[in-house]
């Protein structure tokens, strides 16, 4: 059977601090249940796979594939920027690992660029305070 599935369940309900008992009690998926999932010894039900995406915030689509829904984001954002394409096509074929360390890099650059605004707008204010001064 397909260990997969019940890898990624175990180790998105692991990333998001929920236990068998949260899962049991939103879902109705008993624990014992999600533990034979989780190892692989049966598959989820379509109605159990729904519940999963919902308290485990993914699509059921990763849960069955690994690989992130996001063939609908040209859809849902005006990306008309052709370098935002390549990167989304550059993700869309890396592994997990490396998607998650991208989105890391991009995390740690986003955090940067707030900051530096930040102390612009903190430098920019104390100028102001003292030519009113």
């Not at 102390?119 to 204010?125: G, I, V």
Request: hydrophobic share 30%.
């Amino acid at each position: 059977m397909d260990n997969m599935i019940g890898q990624r369940i175990k180790e998105r309900r692991k990333e998001l601090h929920i236990t068998q008992t949260q899962i049991q009690e939103q879902t109705g998926i008993t624990s014992g249940n999600l533990s034979c999932i989780e190892n692989g010894k049966y598959l989820p039900s379509s109605v159990a796979l729904l519940e999963l995406s919902k308290i485990l915030n993914c699509s059921v689509d990763w849960i069955l594939t690994g690989k992130p829904v996001i063939s609908n984001i040209n859809n849902s954002l005006d990306i008309t920027d052709s370098k935002e394409s390549e990167l989304i096509n550059y993700f869309r074929e890396m592994s997990s690992d490396d998607q998650e360390e991208l989105i890391q890099i991009a995390q740690i650059k986003a955090t940067k660029k707030k900051r530096n605004k930040e102390k612009l707008a903190n430098s920019e204010n104390n100028n102001i305070a003292y030519e009113t001064a």
